[in-house]
């Protein structure tokens, strides 16, 4: 109304948008500038003279798909506020979409990622430029391919610096600053490995190797000159930028003789820790500080890397090592498999687990606060795990999941069906019918004792549900593992979102006892969370970034089996919590 006073905005959105602002205009921040990446994604050169993508692990020498024909991918660096572009050319022969892992995308989905969700696939032959702000993060994320299996490969570190005088919270390390990503290695074609576990019904052939930067190092045959080494200096202290990349293994990880400092999670500072053995799950990054020692008593030490997983099937159970070098080590294959190792917990140690993850708390400090909602508009309880499909005469018969049927994975009972076109892209237009439904259940359809006796009836339902919300909507979701074919931690991660992780334990959760001990004080605040072995766990956010948010699995053969659900965030009233229009160049299905 002419000549009135305009509405205060209050919300979670516009209050971050004002905080925005106003870091914007302290000193260093108002220098955040765009950068821009080229990502040429082969697997073989053309004419010009690119690099063959032709790697060889373990006696086996194969093309793999990559960016700009290097394994692990480019590192991209931004700064916290600066706009990143990145354009992706998609030259191998199968359709192609890259996630950047943690990154808020605040109002920006059309760049988020993940394939038939928020876009559609870059065809074979096309072009796609992500565009969007990093805003209110720091640390470490990564970026990924997220179509089929390609991320087998297909992964690079995305460093989150903080503006340009503003320091870190802790000692800046002297020694310097190393991303570490922790991957697996298959000799087979990773996607040809998913394709036939979907034909057959039974659970995927599992990696060779586990590897420190794409190398997996001297305990697999033909390996000791592909290790990783990083070389320290004597007194300095270094960052060790952690990355599980992994497809389906969590892992243990240490350092022989060294403990480690925990400083950050998924590009949010935590209260720092000290910590033998971290365990890291798929999707998740941990910044850790490593002190060189003064005077050390050897010249080399071993990092190891090792599973954790309760699966009743089979998986990689293997370790992985590379090295710490105070001086050069000499010696070749045997000097290499003679060092000093860590003593990493058995693969099944829920315990070692356990009370590593109770040690993480967000920094709640007053230019860092943990703003975790204390009241809640919506509660949902979503009971994960895995189940089945019955076997029917279509796949001829070969049906190798338990007891003659097909592995599936649901959230709720409801096994996530992938859409032929972009969630997003209907959401924007408006266009539901026959693509999604609006009819996610809130708690499972059939309550039972989820870590108890399995129930007789383990088939799932199918289909492309969501929940609708509400902008600005408070929520709660309690993420409950259940046992019907076997106990096993799930690590969830949520796009477009943090969240705070506000409680956990073991057992079937119970509201009535459980909720009284909460830390609504100084979460953990994270984008990846493991589901604890037979427990649970409880995360709340505020939906202030409108759009379609896939929270699936991060163990791929678990997303793709179905173990996913979207929230549909809806638009709120103000300009500014609009989701804007589609880029020209989207690409279309």
């Known amino acids: 109304m002419a ?27 108002a220098a955040a500038r765009t950068r821009r990446y080229t990502f040429n994604v082969r697997t073989r ?17 194969k093309s793999i798909p990559t960016v700009n024909g290097r394994f692990p991918g480019p590192k991209v660096v931004v700064r916290e506020g600066d706009r990143l572009v990145v354009q992706v050319h998609n030259n191998i022969n199968s359709n192609l979409t890259f996630h950047w892992h943690g990154v808020r995308q605040l109002r920006s989905g059309w760049a988020d990622g993940p394939s038939y969700i928020t876009q559609c696939p870059i065809r074979p032959g096309r072009s796609y430029a992500y565009d969007f702000r990093v805003v209110g993060q720091r640390g470490t994320l990564w970026w990924h391919a997220h179509f089929s299996w390609l991320r087998a490969t297909l992964y690079g570190p995305l460093v989150i610096l903080p503006p340009r005088g503003v320091p870190y919270p802790f000692p800046k390390p002297d020694g310097g600053e190393v991303p570490l990503m ?57 960052m060790l930028r952690l990355v599980n990349a992994a497809l389906n293994d969590e892992l243990f990880f240490a350092v022989a003789n060294h403990t480690l400092t925990v400083v950050a999670a998924d590009a949010s500072y935590v209260k720092p820790f000290a910590a033998t053995t971290l365990v890291i799950s798929p999707g998740q990054t941990m910044d850790v500080l490593l002190a060189a020692a003064a005077t050390p008593p050897a010249p080399a030490f071993a990092i190891a890397v090792a599973p954790y997983t309760n699966t009743v099937g089979t998986f990689d159970n293997t370790t992985a090592v590379a090295t710490l070098e105070y001086a050069p080590l000499q010696g070749g294959a045997a000097a290499l498999r003679s060092l000093p190792s860590p003593a990493l917990p058995l693969y ?36 994960v795990g895995l189940g089945a499909d019955p076997c029917r005469s279509r796949v001829n018969g070969t049906c190798q999941g338990p007891n003659g049927t097909r592995f599936a994975a649901s959230m709720n009972n409801v096994s996530f069906t992938m859409p032929k076109t972009s969630l997003l892209q209907a959401h924007y237009q408006r266009r539901y019918g026959g693509v999604l439904t609006a009819n996610f259940p809130s708690a499972p359809p059939v309550p039972f004792n989820y870590t108890g006796a399995p129930p007789n009836n383990t088939f799932v339902m199918h289909g492309t549900r969501v929940v609708p919300l509400a902008f600005n909507t408070t929520v709660e979701v309690v993420l409950q593992d259940t046992s019907i074919l076997g106990a096993e931690s799930h690590p969830l991660h949520l796009h477009g979102y943090d969240f ?51 929270m699936h699995c991060h163990l791929d053969v678990h997303l793709s089996w179905g173990l996913a659900m979207a929230w549909l965030v809806n638009d709120g009233p103000l300009l500014n919590q609009k989701l804007p229009p589609p880029p020209s160049d989207i690409p279309k299905c």
């Open 3 to 29: 000549g009135g006073r305009r509405p205060r905005c209050l919300s979670p959105a516009c209050l971050f948008l004002a905080a925005a602002v106003a870091l914007l205009a302290m000193p260093g921040l």
């Open 182 to 238: 922790l991957g697996e290695w298959f000799n087979a074609d990773p996607d040809a490995v998913i394709r036939q576990a979907l034909r057959t019904g039974g659970g995927p052939n599992v990696s060779d190797a586990y590897t420190f930067n794409g190398l997996p190092g001297p305990t697999y045959n033909c390996s000791a000159a592909d290790t990783f080494r990083l070389r320290v200096q004597p007194g300095r202290t270094y």
């Open 500 to 550: 705070f992780v506000v409680g956990q334990g073991f057992g079937n959760y119970a509201a009535a006892n459980d909720t009284a001990r909460y830390n609504l004080v100084d979460p953990v605040q994270r984008n990846t969370v493991s589901v604890p072995t037979a427990g649970w766990v409880a995360i709340r956010f505020v939906a202030d970034n409108p759009g379609v948010w896939i």
């Open 45 to 61: 050169p053309p004419a010009s003279n690119v690099t063959m993508a032709t790697v060889t692990r373990l006696c086996v020498t």
């Open 348 to 383: 099944n140690d829920t315990g070692a687990v356990a009370n590593f993850s109770a040690n993480f708390r967000s920094l709640a400090s007053a230019r860092y606060p943990a703003r975790v909602p204390r009241s809640v508009d919506r509660k949902f309880f979503f009971a």
